[in-house]
């Protein structure tokens, strides 16, 4: 009795599931295949005299929500063909004092700056010009779920499944 009430209940389940009905109209057009996660972009910086800063525009093809995370990673060298990237605030120790790269950011644009308690005229080109910036903006929650580690760029970089050859350099002189 209980096998027969099992088969009944089974098959009411596919009938009901089976229907014929009206098929709704069709979504809004989409991208196939694509789940935008995290999106980045490269800067060529110059730092001059006197404010030591650089505003570079986020691409209007990258949306930055109010919650989304963006970073800011400094090419500190190339050691042997492979670069060195560096999550800033970034401090760099002198005998005499230090400096920061630093950071901060709207949805539209990002300001990267130098700061200090030394004469940052005295920096040279090493750290002021043709500085070299990738910015990624990621959703919060994806950075939090996936306990993304932020502060190493190739992390970032393989969880996001970022292509250097795709990320757009624009130079902000």
């Known amino acids: 009795m209980k096998k027969l009430l099992s088969l009944i209940l089974i098959a009411s389940t596919i009938v009901a599931c089976s229907s014929d009905g009206e098929v709704g109209p069709p979504g809004p057009p989409g991208q196939d295949g694509v789940n ?60 005499d004092g230090e400096f920061q790269y630093n950071y901060n950011h709207t949805d539209f644009d990002v300001n990267i700056y130098l700061q200090g308690n030394i004469d940052l005229g005295t920096l040279g080109e090493r750290y002021t010009q043709d500085q070299i910036f990738k910015i990624v903006v990621l959703p919060v929650d994806y950075a939090q779920d996936n306990n993304l580690d932020v502060s190493d760029y190739q992390s970032v970089k393989t969880s996001l499944d970022l292509n250097d050859s795709n990320i757009k350099r624009f130079e902000v002189k």
């Open 36 to 95: 935008i996660v995290g999106q980045a972009f490269e800067i060529e910086a110059d730092f001059n005299d006197p404010d030591y800063s650089v505003f570079a525009d986020i691409p209007s093809t990258i949306e930055v929500l109010e919650s989304d995370v963006v970073l800011v990673y400094w090419l500190e060298l190339v050691d042997d063909g492979t670069d060195v990237w560096n999550l800033i605030p970034q401090t760099i120790y002198f005998e």
